[in-house]
């Protein structure tokens, strides 16, 4: 597996506003989740010519959602319910950095996927790490180790078909994006 290329470390305050709060981190994380199977569906929507993509973008849908349908069934065993979405102000900040143009929006959707793949990769490691032994510990490492493989798909895709020159040199100024991006973020029981 690579190694995360984030260039900015979670803060060990976020860990704690998370177990301060498991059940408002749970029902984020449930968006959060049902919100990756979309974006998926999105991408081989937009993308019907791209035959790996396509596939792949398929079987990651029907991953997320999984991780919805598990997510939710932590959520129901501690008496919650489901709220309505939010918008996550880190994705949201995060997509105003992408650029217009067919093949530059194309890879900055690609790349942007694969950092906050990467973030959530990060941030489930430490929940998992935070959290007593047992299922819901478990749980939480097998979801770390879903995201960093989910990082390293988009990223596998770029390189797939893009120019690797126009890839390396994006990638550096997203990761800045990124990094800024979560050093300005309020601390909270969610996700991002």
């Known amino acids: ?38 974006m998926a569906i999105s991408m081989l929507s937009h993308y019907p010519d791209r035959t790996e993509l396509v596939s792949a973008m398929a079987d990651l849908a029907i991953e997320e959602l999984t991780h919805y349908r598990e997510v939710l069934k932590w959520i129901h065993r501690r008496g919650l319910i489901t709220t309505p979405d939010q918008k996550d102000p880190y994705v949201g900040a995060f997509r105003q950095s992408l650029r217009q143009g067919s093949d530059i929006y194309f890879l900055d959707r690609l790349l942007t ?49 893009l120019d690797h020159d126009m890839i390396a040199q994006r990638w550096d100024e997203l990761l800045d994006i990124e990094a800024g991006i979560v050093a300005t973020l309020p601390i909270r029981a969610a996700l991002h």
């Open 1 to 38: 597996m690579l190694e995360s290329p984030l260039r900015f470390a979670t803060p060990p305050a976020w860990t704690t506003a998370v177990m301060g709060n498991f059940d408002g981190f749970l029902l984020d994380h449930a968006t959060a989740e049902k919100k990756a199977s979309g």
């Open 113 to 161: 996927a694969s950092i906050i793949e990467a973030r959530g990769a990060e941030r489930f490691a430490l929940v998992a790490e935070a959290l007593e032994p047992g299922p819901l510990k478990k749980f939480y490492q097998s979801i770390a180790r879903s995201e960093a493989r989910h990082f390293e798909l988009f990223l596998e895709l770029a390189q797939r078909y």
